[in-house]
């Protein structure tokens, strides 16, 4: 769908309960859209209407609703037609064989809306005959019968992402063992295998960003070796987060104050990772400036 800068963009993710709604909202919330969950359908244009007038602080919206509305989802398609008119929709709607749906109400243990004293098949088929109408107009539909959570998030990822947009968030923190090990790490890597600048007179009340530390540290024997090979090795982790939908990651990488090695190393690794496809990185020195 072409988009059209000068209107609104709106998103209508709609479809069979079980089908990954909740799933859906999530990710694209991660993509920094604007959602609300269980949206009557007549609540649809004071929304857009609210948006339009906090102009670029969200600028795009995308709004859950189905059949949770009950009655209220009989407008469905009016309202639907009546924001195309100078509003830039898409309605994805959400599908999932009978089966699958069963075994997702079962595994959760939750009746479905409209089972009332029927079976979980006598809800679907409930479900499925209201939504016809609907799943006939909308822009777009996704079986979610074989997807596990992340395999949709990523295929919704891959879809609603703006161009440009980096599939993870890598975030390389320098650290000092002797403050402890980080708890928010993925990965932790030891510098400490370095000779310490720290026992050199003239470079002990500099730290790893000044380049009188970093090219000592970096013209040691391994420095070098261990960047061009820990990077290589981060290289398909990091295409495999992605694809799992992975969306931030951190590595640590310490020595033992934090000050000297560990912040040298963490630059030298980013400025290889940040060359990787899909990554953003940034760094965070946790202990710098502590002593």
Request: with cysteine; net charge negative.
């Amino acid at each position: 769908m072409t988009t059209d800068p000068d209107k609104q963009e709106v998103l209508i993710v709609t479809g069979m309960s079980g089908a990954g709604r909740s799933t859906v909202a999530n990710a694209l919330e991660d993509l920094d859209w604007y959602v609300v969950d269980n949206l009557p359908p007549q609540m649809l244009r004071p929304l857009v209407d609210l948006v339009e007038r906090a102009g670029t602080n969200l600028p795009k919206i995308a709004a859950v609703v189905d059949i949770r509305g009950r009655d209220l989802f009989g407008d469905f398609l009016e309202t639907v037609q009546q924001l195309r008119s100078n509003t830039q929709v898409q309605v994805i709607f959400l599908e999932a064989r009978d089966d699958a749906l069963v075994r997702r109400f079962e595994s959760v243990r939750r009746p479905h809306p409209l089972q009332g004293d029927g079976t979980l098949l006598d809800g679907i088929s409930a479900e499925r005959s209201r939504l016809l109408a609907v799943r006939e107009s909308c822009d777009l539909v996704v079986d979610t019968s074989d997807l596990n959570v992340h395999q949709l998030a990523t295929t919704i990822t891959e879809r609603f992402a703006g161009e440009g947009r980096a599939g993870l968030q890598l975030t390389i923190m320098s650290f000092g063992f002797k403050y402890g090990l980080p708890t928010d790490v993925d990965l932790v890597a030891d510098a400490r295998f370095l000779p310490n600048p720290f026992w050199i007179p003239e470079l002990r009340a500099h730290t790893g960003v000044e380049p009188e530390v970093k090219d000592f540290v970096l013209a040691q024997i391994g420095a070098l070796d261990f960047i061009d090979h820990y990077a290589a090795a981060m290289a398909p982790v990091l295409a495999g987060y992605q694809r799992e939908n992975k969306r931030h990651a951190t590595i640590g990488i310490g020595c033992t104050g934090g000050k000297h090695r560990s912040v040298a190393m963490a630059r030298e690794l980013a400025s290889r990772l940040e060359k990787l496809p899909g990554v953003a990185v940034n760094i965070k020195d946790r202990d710098l400036g502590r002593e």
